[in-house]
């Protein structure tokens, strides 16, 4: 360790820093440099809102509780085993916490540290007050933005743009305030109770509407927003919570809907909505803020743009009156132009009949020419269908009929009775009630707009009608003739023989393509069919050796890759190459939480992580389940023998894993656990690597999960010693080997015993009597930990009933018991049959059975608190400590963890700790057991803080039931 910096050297170092970051790295080496340091860190949580953010690890909770106190008390302070500091700098709220070493001197570091953290301390405090500053002038652009954005609306509303411009330039401008890609703008008209969609832009659906009853979207967001008059903002499940009825959903599902009314008077007359279908991408409170004072202003500018297209209207629709007052006058002057143009339209039609032009082409020169004689606005030829059953309607002009007329079956209208008599047909609306009154005809189903004078004229050819042509007249002044009859019979028999030349024409042209197209086809059948042949052929050699879910190599795959791998050692024994196998941690909760479906896109989202994380040619591959391997072909040893490229590789796997994401609407933080082994050229195949593999990775398991181990021999006989144990705990079990001990739970004021806990313990005929810590793990993972447990449970209720009446009995009880469906049944029965009262019965449990499915979990222990059994929360103060649960779940007593009174007495929180819980027991109407105590000072402390009961190595060892006397007994993880 060198000496500690001049004050020269650490001002030279603050003033060569470019940023908070070469700040916060000049005083951990600074600090570093002091004698007996070995570890130092700056923890500055204010610096994520201003210059800096830390982009390591944070700290073990340890770390983070101590640099509380430190900050809490505004004095530095030392850990209870002294091999921690914590220094405080008060102008910038940062924590200096010191890892201490050999020959570490707190009050000389901490005299040596004071200059140069004074000044750091206001140099942080400078750069976070500077950031606080820039974030206000932030804030005031924004506002002014908001300020130039509302009057360009404004603008927007005053412009001479038609409502479509000005609803695209709205659409603009609230792009530029927030994300506003799928936005729509929705009305409703209070008086019908109809919804007319405005504005609609989405990039995922179509508009679903125009315009419909608002009834239509009844439960909908935009219906809820409507019928409340209130704003509505987040995914499904947010809004599902904020609405009082069930929530439909239209359209598709997006992360995140914002919707906010536009109000008139109190009641919503309409809503701007935008959403978003980007998981990265939502809404804050600004947003909905934003939102709702541009939606007042598009109310307005909406109305102010209505009122000038309805004066715009009324000017048109005056326009209108005059024109048709002036009709009657051109009247006149148009009967007398039609004369001189008739004959040479005649001319025109006859010679149009044998020019070579299209089939619409040529019905709309004869729709021009019939419109210079007489009034064609209405104007359409009908031809009767091949099979005589339709009409069709090649071509159809109607001013009240915008779209393109479809054909429709024969029925008894207008149409057909021009082709049942094969006549000119020439009616007004009085002879056509007449044709409806005689039966000749009936009304339209169709449902067309009604007309005031109707000609139609046959289609003849030798007798027979194909069709017909007609004109129509909606205007009460314009009426036919019979000499208007007359001309349109001979275009008529033009158009007839026209007809049946091109129909000949066009029969002959399509049996031509007809074939070619029979051709075509076969021959596009044909490289269909070999090309799905080939694809089925692929997708099957894919399949053989692919994960289906995943779509990564399977175990085949892999297994030859590691063949193929180790024959290459053989030929080349100076190289190596590495298995990497993996499970996910926890992936069976996972699973069972939130569904199969959401565990596949679990597997699937790891699986493409671990593909990022290596390079070619080293392959990935799903084994089964949530176990995946990687192998390494070519790994590379450090001097000192040591495989850094297969750490390194596992590490950055870990790295990558732990990264959270999102699935079936949860943030999950996945880990991983990793076993690696080194191939080098003493494997003979590919099964000894991955069991070696394996090995090390049950090892990564059993050190604590979330990193990975590196196999070595010591690991091979240590697995071969987990076989021998399993086989002696069989036995065991045979045997009757395994017995409950029981310890005094006493009345901590005059020392008498209220009730016993039982744990578990093993007779081994060799080792002795062996607490649950030597072989618990060993149990859960052979599967015999259920057996074991119920064995214990019946052996303790058979020898609770020699106990005193006026104890009760205390059991442990495991998470996966409380999952169990029948578990509160089962232990009932076993209770009957052991003639154990319920009401004598404890059982405890832990804050972690309490976190997986809670739902199940208080269902249970409320029917087991209904037939008189108590529950106790063990271990508390040790997990979440979560207040919630003391609420939520049926609890009897609180057992404080022996952690607490170790620390009794000593400087330190404990015996404030302790206090907070018994004020907090008594509120709730909670007992106390504290665990753990083992001398006379401790006793007399709890006494004096009013804790009523309380169990430990004071007033008695756990023991047999025949023997209670003191043993010396192995009480791990008891």
């Not at 990687?630 to 590490?651: F, N, R, S, Y």
């Not at 010591?714 to 045979?734: F, P, Q, W, Y």
């Amino acid at each position: 360790m060198s000496a500690a910096p001049s004050p020269a050297d650490w001002r030279v170092g603050l003033l060569s820093a470019a940023d908070a970051g070469g700040v916060v790295a000049t005083t951990e080496a600074l600090a570093l440099r002091q004698p007996g340091v070995e570890g130092a860190r700056l923890l500055w949580e204010l610096g994520s809102l201003g210059p800096w953010r830390d982009p390591r690890p944070s700290p073990a909770p340890a770390v983070l509780s101590l640099a509380d106190l430190a900050l809490l008390g505004a004095e530095p302070r030392l850990s209870a085993d002294g091999r921690r500091a914590a220094i405080p700098l008060r102008a910038s709220t940062a924590v200096l916490v010191i890892e201490a070493g050999q020959g570490f001197d707190f009050d000389r570091v901490l005299a040596e540290l004071q200059p140069p953290l004074a000044v750091i301390d206001r140099w942080l405090g400078k750069g976070l007050h500077m950031a606080g500053l820039e974030r206000e002038v932030a804030r005031l652009e924004r506002s002014e933005q908001v300020q130039r954005a509302l009057f360009d609306i404004s603008e927007l509303a005053g412009s001479d743009r038609d409502m479509s411009e000005v609803l695209r330039g709205i659409h603009a401008i609230v792009g530029t305030l927030m994300y506003a890609e799928n936005f729509f703008i929705v009305l409703r008209d209070p008086v019908s109770e109809s919804l007319r969609l405005l504005y609609f832009v989405d990039s995922q659906d179509p508009a679903p509407f125009d315009e419909l009853p608002m009834d239509a979207l009844r439960h909908s967001a935009t219906w809820y927003v409507l019928h409340t008059g209130r704003t509505l903002r987040g995914d499904h499940e947010h809004l599902r919570e904020q609405v009082d009825g069930p929530l439909r959903t239209v359209g598709s599902d997006s992360p995140d809907w914002l919707g906010v009314p536009m109000l008139r008077n109190g009641e919503a007359v309409g809503a701007v909505v935008v959403q978003s279908y980007q998981p990265g991408i939502g809404f804050s409170d600004s947003d909905e803020t934003l939102l709702g004072f541009v939606a007042s202003h598009i109310l307005t500018t909406l109305e102010r743009k209505r009122s000038t297209e309805l004066l715009e209207r009324n000017v048109a629709l005056r326009t209108q009156e005059l024109a048709e007052a002036n009709r009657g006058l051109q009247q006149e002057v148009a009967e007398r132009q039609r004369a001189e143009r008739l004959q040479a339209a005649l001319f025109q039609v006859a010679q149009l009949a044998t020019d070579d032009i299209g089939e619409e082409e040529f019905y709309a020169r004869i729709h021009g020419i019939v419109g210079q004689l007489l009034n064609a606005e209405n104007f359409f030829i009908a031809l009767v269908s091949e099979d005589g059953r339709s009409l069709e309607f090649p071509y159809y002009v109607d001013i009240r009929l915008k779209t393109k007329r479809e054909g429709r079956p024969l029925a008894r209208g207008l149409s057909e009775y021009v082709l049942r008599h094969r006549r000119p047909l020439l009616v007004d609306a009085e002879s056509e009630g007449e044709l409806v009154r005689s039966g000749e005809i009936v009304p339209s189903q169709y449902q067309f707009p009604a007309s005031h004078c109707w000609l139609g004229v046959p289609l003849l050819l030798d007798e027979r009608a194909l069709g017909l042509i007609a004109v129509q007249s909606y205007d009460p002044a314009v009426m036919y003739g019979h000499a208007d009859q007359e001309l349109l019979g001979f275009v008529a028999s033009q158009i007839a023989n026209s007809l049946h030349r091109r129909r000949s024409a066009q029969f002959q042209q399509q049996a031509y393509l007809q074939l070619e197209e029979r051709v075509a086809e076969r021959t596009l059948e044909l490289r269909r069919q070999i090309r799905e042949r080939e694809h089925a052929q692929d997708q099957l050699r894919h399949e053989v050796m692919h994960d289906a879910l995943t779509g990564l190599p399977n175990r085949g795959q892999i297994h030859d890759r590691i063949e193929a791998a180790l024959e290459r050692l053989r030929t080349d024994p100076s190289r190596r190459c590495a298995l990497l196998y993996l499970d996910v941690d926890r992936f069976k909760v996972i699973n069972d939480s939130l569904g199969h479906l959401a565990g596949d896109d679990f597997l699937r989202e790891v699986a493409r992580r671990l593909q990022a994380s290596v390079r070619q040619p080293d392959l990935v591959a799903r084994l089964s389940g949530d176990e995946f391997a990687i192998l390494l072909e070519d790994v590379q040893l450090d001097a000192l023998g040591a495989p850094v490229t297969a750490t390194a590789v596992a590490q950055r796997v870990l790295d990558l894993l732990t990264e959270p994401l999102h699935v079936g609407g949860r943030r999950l933080e996945p880990s991983a656990s990793i076993g690696i082994a080194i191939g080098d050229s003493r494997y003979r195949e590919a099964d000894e690597l991955v069991r070696d593999a394996d090995v090390a990775l049950y090892q990564a398991k059993a050190l604590g999960r979330k990193r990975w181990q590196l196999f070595d021999d010591s690991l091979r006989r240590s697995a071969i010693d987990v076989l021998a144990m399993e086989v002696e705990l069989r036995d065991a079990m045979r045997l009757d080997q395994l017995e409950p001990y029981f310890q005094p739970i006493v009345r901590l004021a005059d020392g008498a015993v209220v009730g016993h806990e039982a744990l578990l313990r093993w007779n081994h005929p060799q080792r002795g009597v062996l607490g649950p810590g030597t072989f618990l793990q060993l149990a859960e993972d052979s599967g015999l930990i259920e057996a074991i447990d119920w064995r214990i449970f019946k052996r303790s209720f058979v020898h609770a009933t020699r106990l005193p009446a006026d104890t009760y009995l205390s059991i442990n009880v495991a998470p996966r018991h409380l999952h169990r469906e029948d578990f509160d049944v089962r232990l009932l029965e076993l209770l009957e049959r052991t003639g154990l009262p319920p009401e004598r019965l404890q059982i405890e449990v832990t804050e972690g059975s309490l976190l997986e499915d809670p739902e199940h979990v208080r269902a249970i222990l409320e029917r087991l608190q209904a037939s008189g059994i108590g529950v106790a929360l063990d271990d508390f103060g040790t997990g979440y400590s979560s207040l919630s649960y003391l609420h939520a779940f049926p609890l009897r007593v609180i057992k404080i963890d022996r952690t607490f009174l170790a620390a009794l007495g000593e400087q330190g929180n404990s015996a404030a700790v302790i206090a907070a819980v018994l004020a907090l027991a008594r509120a709730l109407g909670l007992d106390v057991v504290a665990e753990g105590i083992e001398t006379a000072e401790q006793h007399r402390a709890l006494v004096e803080l009013g804790c009523e009961f309380g169990q430990g190595y004071l007033f008695g060892r756990p023991a047999p039931i025949t023997n209670r006397a003191p043993t010396a007994v192995d009480d791990t993880g008891s």
